[in-house]
């Protein structure tokens, strides 16, 4: 069962062989599409090659790939029952557990992936104000629903005709969409840091969140934030609560249930009424495993301080990393939360050497990614990174061998 029989396979029963954000088709070519088995920090592919897994199943591996505790957890709740008449008792668990830990959570929704919760906080945030448009991000990713698909394929014009954009970090081009929105205004909705494909990330300035903040509350808007990706990565208690904002609502999903799937939306007191009126459902939102998935997720990344130790592995990859671009004459640029990392060439537009060099790192046995943002998992040990790095070395060295440096 090689990788390619099987991408032979899907292709006759599966539009392209593959689509969405998994689609190995749109990486370098060298890139596996079917994987078989994960364990801590590693995952196997079809052909049986194991990498150290620097991309954590996109985001939603933050313990590592089968961590006991989460597989007891879903076990036990899968013995007794998943998707049942109504919601186990683990949901009211699991809210007040978010509740007790997020200090701009006085209520809880669920559904199953950050485009559910990021399309539900918009939802809340009409209901309450009467209003139709949204202030975000140009560029920026919030789903795959018709008003937010980075793909026209599919949509219509009137499916965005809501949206108002502005500059990622530039206060005044956000002011600048207010204006042109006008009084229509129900929501801003924002990332914690920018992090769209194929640009370098960038943190958001003190300035700018807070500046959105007060925005919104001149605008007698709803201040989102869009958790999906950094949420339980960068602070348990919300991305911006180090910056001292706090929003009115927040989209989650990704790492909440280290890889269960599930997602949810938290709000202020203000925003409860509002988000009872809201009819806002699926077949399987209120199944029972993944939310004994995510309490034991939650639980244990406090427990171990588990922000604490990505950061440790992001520093050391970070550094490692910039230590051998220097070593083999490449000019990097290495952004984004150590956490989340990125690294990019110096006038590599064509990304040509992102993916020369990223094929050469699976070569050697390490899975990152040429033009996505990666992520680090408390699994990542000293030890893992270090051998993620002997991987990275080799590679810089064949990139060095081909493109001779800058």
């Known amino acids: 069962m090689s990788d390619a029989s099987l991408r032979e396979r899907a292709a006759k029963v599966v539009p392209g062989g593959m689509y969405g954000h998994l689609n190995a088709a749109i990486f370098a070519p060298a890139y596996p599409q079917f994987f078989v088995r994960g364990d801590g920090c ?123 954009e502005f500059t990622y970090n530039d206060l005044a081009s956000a002011e600048a969409a207010a204006a042109e929105a006008g009084p229509d205004i129900a929501a801003i909705i924002v990332t914690p840091f920018k992090h769209d494909s ?58 909440m249930a280290n890889g269960y799937a599930i997602a949810a939306v938290t709000g202020v007191d203000a925003l409860r009424g509002p988000a009872q009126t809201l009819y806002s459902t699926g077949s399987f939102w209120f199944s029972a495993v993944p939310m004994a998935a995510a309490k034991a997720t939650i639980e244990t990344l406090r427990d171990i301080d588990g922000p604490a130790l990505m950061e440790r592995a992001g520093t050391r990859l970070r550094d490692g990393l910039a230590a051998q671009a220097a070593a083999h004459g490449f000019t990097v640029a290495q952004t984004g939360p150590v956490q989340i990392p990125w690294l990019s060439f110096a006038g590599d537009t064509t990304l040509e050497k992102a993916m020369y060099w990223s094929e050469a790192c699976l070569a050697e046995g390490v899975y990152l990614h040429p033009w996505h943002n990666w992520f680090l998992s408390a699994a990542h040990t000293d030890a893992d990174i270090d051998r993620a790095l002997r991987g990275t070395d080799a590679a810089f060295a064949r990139l060095r061998a081909k493109f001779g440096g800058d």
Request: glycine share 10%; net charge negative; charged share 25%.
């Open 198 to 255: 194929f640009e370098d990330q960038e943190p958001a300035g003190p300035a700018f969140a807070r500046g959105l903040r007060a925005l919104a509350d001149r605008l007698g808007a709803a201040l989102v934030i869009d958790d999906v990706r950094a949420g339980f990565r960068l602070d348990l208690r919300g991305s911006w609560e180090p910056l001292g904002v706090r929003p009115d609502l927040t989209a989650w999903s990704k790492a």
């Open 42 to 164: 590693r995952q196997w592919d079809a052909d049986g090659r194991e990498y150290v897994d620097l991309m954590c199943s996109w985001g939603p591996v933050v313990l590592g790939h089968r961590h006991p505790a989460v597989e007891a957890a879903a076990a036990a709740q899968r013995a007794e029952g998943d998707c049942l008449n109504g919601p186990g008792p683990v949901m009211v668990e699991l809210a007040e557990l978010m509740v007790d830990m997020i200090p701009s959570a006085d209520w809880v929704m669920f559904s199953k992936n950050g485009t559910d919760a990021t399309t539900q906080a918009l939802m809340v945030a009409r209901a309450a104000t009467g209003r139709s448009k949204v202030l975000v991000a140009h560029g920026a990713y919030h789903g795959a629903d018709p008003w937010c698909t980075p793909s026209p394929a599919g949509t219509t014009a009137s499916d965005r005709a809501d949206l108002v």
